[in-house]
């Protein structure tokens, strides 16, 4: 089970933190992070962490996001900061993610799971 927990509204330039309880099987990839979908667009990625705490990022959040977690209370994070409007979309926590530190690839697959979403609204 993934539960979201930190969405709201906030103007541009302003701040939320996320965050995610992760319990239940998480899969062996040891890869966990979190995608966006804006109205009418598909999910797209937004950052991972590996099972040693290596970060990717979109080049859109660049700077702005952080992902990390805390591995004793299975729990993950996603820091906001200097928020867009174009960042305004439902946030989904995903674990077995497909991540590939020698090349930098990450992706969702049929084999990650999700949590059921929460929304980040940013207005200008």
């Known amino acids: 089970q993934r539960v979201e927990v930190g969405g709201g509204s906030v103007q541009a330039g302003g701040s939320l933190s996320l965050s995610c309880v992760v319990s239940?099987?998480?899969?062996?990839?040891?890869?966990m992070g979190w995608f966006r979908r804006a109205s009418g667009q598909a999910r797209a990625g937004v950052g991972v962490?590996?099972?040693?705490?290596?970060?990717r990022y979109t080049d859109a959040v660049k700077g702005r996001f952080t992902v990390s977690k805390d591995d004793a209370k299975n729990i993950l994070h996603l820091q906001m900061n200097n928020l867009k409007p174009e960042d305004t979309a439902t946030y989904y926590c995903?674990?077995?993610?497909?991540?590939?530190?020698?090349?930098?690839?990450?992706?969702?697959?049929?084999?990650?799971?999700w949590g059921q979403g929460t929304l980040v609204t940013v207005s200008s």
């Open positions: 995903a674990a077995n993610v497909v991540c590939r530190p020698a090349d930098g690839v990450w992706y969702a697959d049929a084999l990650t799971t």
């Open positions: 239940g099987d998480t899969g062996s990839r040891g890869c």
């Open positions: 962490i590996d099972r040693d705490g290596g970060t």
